[in-house]
């Protein structure tokens, strides 16, 4: 059975550093064909996916926070930290991660497989004020 | 980048009735699309992946279908549990995972 579950802190000060952690159970991030997502939520907003890293540490950002984020894995923990940098208000959110195991039968795209996210964190709120 | 849009944006539909929901891709992404649903104050769970494949352990009443770029959900005969916020996502291996805005439906 495949967890994961988010943890840091709920309160952030604006221009701080945010760090949170994915603890899962249930796979491996050594295992070829999986990856672990990071996605947000603001109050009432859609899911917005902030980062992804994969099993060979392959990572991709959101194009729009790029240059403030950071994934990272510890697969002897079987852990996924997120760090996202210069944290504002519109950054309070809910923020989720999730298992991606990679789906060979959707074929290959720009020699890429398809992945998809079927296991989810209950997610963690964070709220940026000071 | 690739942009996803849905309509609705929201709906209100009475238990038994057949409803839909149309995604949209601004380019073609073959099948490579989810469906989620998420309930207020929880964590989304998918639906449909690839298009049209059913994930385990959801109800038959929901089906998926269309390639290219559009994409629709279909509930065959709606529940009150279905009720919840429903969003498409695309995967790209360039650039990740993309979601859509969302839509909200509302079981009468």
């Known amino acids: 059975q495949i967890t994961l579950k988010e943890s840091g802190p709920t309160l952030v000060k604006p221009t701080q550093t945010l760090t949170l952690t994915c603890s899962f159970s249930?796979?491996?991030?050594?295992?070829?064909?999986?990856?672990v997502g990071w996605i947000r939520q603001p109050p009432g907003k859609a899911l917005e996916c902030l980062a992804l890293i994969y099993w060979d540490d392959d990572k991709r950002y959101s194009p729009s926070l790029n240059n403030r984020l950071t994934i990272t894995k510890d697969t002897s923990k079987n852990q996924v930290v997120l760090t996202m940098s210069n944290m504002a208000p519109v950054d309070t959110a809910t923020y989720y991660c999730?298992?991606?195991?990679?789906?060979?039968?959707?074929?290959?795209?720009?020699?890429?497989?398809?992945?998809?996210?079927?296991?989810w964190g209950e997610g963690t709120t964070v709220t940026v004020s000071s | 980048d690739i942009q996803m849009t849905q309509s609705p944006s929201s709906l209100s539909a009475s238990v038994g009735d057949r409803v839909t929901i149309t995604c949209r891709a601004s380019q073609s992404i073959s099948t490579w699309l989810a469906w989620y649903q998420q309930k207020p104050g929880k964590a989304p769970k998918v639906v449909i992946y690839?298009?049209?494949s059913l994930e385990s352990g959801v109800p038959s009443r929901f089906s998926g279908s269309g390639s290219g770029t559009e994409f629709t959900l279909t509930i065959s005969s709606l529940q009150p549990d279905d009720s919840g916020t429903y969003y498409c996502?695309?995967?790209?291996?360039?650039?990740?995972?993309?979601f859509g805005p969302g839509t909200r439906v509302h079981v009468k």
């Open positions: 996502q695309h995967y790209n291996g360039y650039s990740g995972f993309t």
């Open positions: 999730a298992h991606a195991p990679r789906m060979p039968r959707g074929g290959t795209q720009g020699g890429y497989y398809y992945y998809y996210m079927d296991v």
């Open positions: 690839l298009a049209s």
């Open positions: 249930g796979f491996s991030l050594s295992t070829s064909g999986v990856g």
